[in-house]
Every structure is written in structure tokens, then in C-alpha cells.
């Protein structure tokens, strides 16, 4: 699954370089929907009985509630999102750190890749490199509020360094592995990299 173009954007990606980080008055009002549908279908999940499923290449498979994810220490960008399709927008995420988040459930972090699986049947994978950034970040608000439905509630992963269609929404299960897990629209030939 892996073409040329993601081994040279592998190659390229720079683990340690910082995505630019803006000031609150440029943040993007009102900031974009998108999804493989439109806004009234985003899916909306109970926050009373969900639960975030870890599993693979991870020592601690047990679930995690929103009390006991709320419950790490958060983190704030204001980055920039880059869709694919021509927008793209400055927006405030907060969040625990995801290479913080992969350490609190023993990950393997020598395997290859983390992989997602979401409420509303999306999907989307990526790199270890790219999960172990500084900017990578398990979101759970959106500005002054909890992650609102269309953005992704309860929980997306926010990659200044990566396109749009990379930073799942949603999230219901995560997984590590050494097999490239694809995703949704990677699989009618989005680049599965899909750097910024
Ligand atoms: N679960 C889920 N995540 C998703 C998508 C989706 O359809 N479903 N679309 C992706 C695309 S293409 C973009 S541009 C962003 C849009 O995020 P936003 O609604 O916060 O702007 O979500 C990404 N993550
Ligand atoms: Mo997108």
C-alpha cells in the first residue's frame, strides 16, 4: 500500500519541525464543516456511555471514558486545517498530547501505524512518526466549548502537519500496527500520507 510519493513524504517529514501556530484573531468565523455528508447527518454519540477502544500493538487494551480522558493534561493549538478540496481555515483545538495519550496505553511506539475507526463509519491511518509529533493531538474542545457535534464530538486527532481528511472526527477505536490499516477515502486514491 505504500507508493512512492508516501515513502518520499516519509522521508521528508520532519518529526521535530513545528507547524506555524496562530493568534486568536485569526481564527476562521465561522469555521467549515466537511464530512462524506452533509452537517444534519453528523453522527451523534452519547457522551454518558462512550467509550474509546484501544487495541493492537498496546499493553493497556482497556477502554477509556470521556471522565478519564478529560481527566489528562490538555494542550492548545491554533493551526491551521487544510482540506483537500480548495479551504482552508484557522481553528482552536484543545487536547491531551496523542504521543502522551500512546505512553498512558504501553503502545509499541516502534510499530508502524496508528489506525482509526469512527461513529459515523470513517477511517484513516497514519504514520508513527506523525503520531509521536508535538502537534498531534487527541481534541477534545473547539474554542471555549466542548467539541461540538459537527467538529467531531467527543473526540478527533488534530495534525497541523497533515491535509484535511487525515485528522479523524469521531473517534471510537484506536489501534497500533505493522500493517498500513488504509482508510476511507484513501482507499479511492487519496495519498495515504497526505502531508501539509
Ligand atoms: N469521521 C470523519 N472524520 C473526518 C471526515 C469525515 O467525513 N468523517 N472528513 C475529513 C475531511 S475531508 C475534513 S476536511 C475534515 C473536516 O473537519 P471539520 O468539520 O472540523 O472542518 O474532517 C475529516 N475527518
Ligand atoms: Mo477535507
Redesign the pocket.
Known sequence: MSTFNDRIQSLLFQPHKLAREYSRSKITKP???????PQSEAPVVDAGDFELHVGGLVHDKRAWTLERLYALPQETQITR?V???GWS?I?EWSGVRFSHFLRCIGADLTARYVGFQ???G?S?SIDMPTALHPQTQLTFRFGAEVLPV???FPL?LRMPTKL??K?????TELFVANENPGG??EKYGYNWFGGI
Open positions: 469555521f467549515p464543516f466537511n464530512a462524506f455528508y486545517h482540506c483537500v478540496e481555515a481553528g469512527c461513529a459515523d470513517y484513516t459537527r467538529y467531531g478527533k484535511g481528511y485528522n479523524p472526527k469521531h473517534i476511507f477515502w
